[in-house]
């Protein structure tokens, strides 16, 4: 758990730090000039403007910690589906290989997806090139 604690961390971290420093100052001004709170400024600017950033950091943090899962599986689980892969690498079985593989990269796409979903539902008010509208 701690390896890929670690793993995600940073690319979220990074990300959001990115986001922070990127936020328009002119924003930062107009929430001054309306006296928002430092609570309130938070809220009301920097949340919205570092979301994306914070999203593009959680979706590359998702990629690595599946990444990390596989490799703190393998590297001394009993149960999951790094253990099948090694398992059936021992036991010269590919059909449970490749099914471990393939069921990686389902969950993998599945959470990404669904990640993709959520930051999509969250992010409508932006108006940019990838947006409906």
């Given at each position: 758990v701690v390896l890929i604690a670690v793993g995600v961390f940073f690319p979220v971290y990074l990300n959001l730090m990115n986001g922070v420093q990127g936020v328009d100052r002119k924003l930062v001004e107009v929430g001054r000039v309306y006296r928002l709170s430092g609570g309130a400024l938070v809220?009301?600017?920097?949340?919205?403007?570092?979301?994306p950033a914070y999203f593009v950091g959680l979706r590359s943090g998702l990629g690595l910690g599946w990444v990390f899962v596989v490799a703190a599986e393998i590297m001394?689980?009993?149960?999951?589906?790094?253990f099948l892969l090694v398992d059936g690498q021992m036991t010269v079985r590919p059909?449970?290989?490749?099914?471990?593989?393939?069921l990686f990269a389902v969950l993998g796409q599945a959470?990404?997806?669904a990640l993709a979903a959520l930051s999509r539902h969250l992010l409508r008010w932006q108006d940019t090139h990838g947006s409906n509208g």
């Open positions: 809220w009301r600017v920097f949340l919205p403007a570092t979301l001394g689980a009993n149960k999951g589906l790094g059909q449970t290989i490749l099914a471990s593989i393939l959470t990404d997806a």
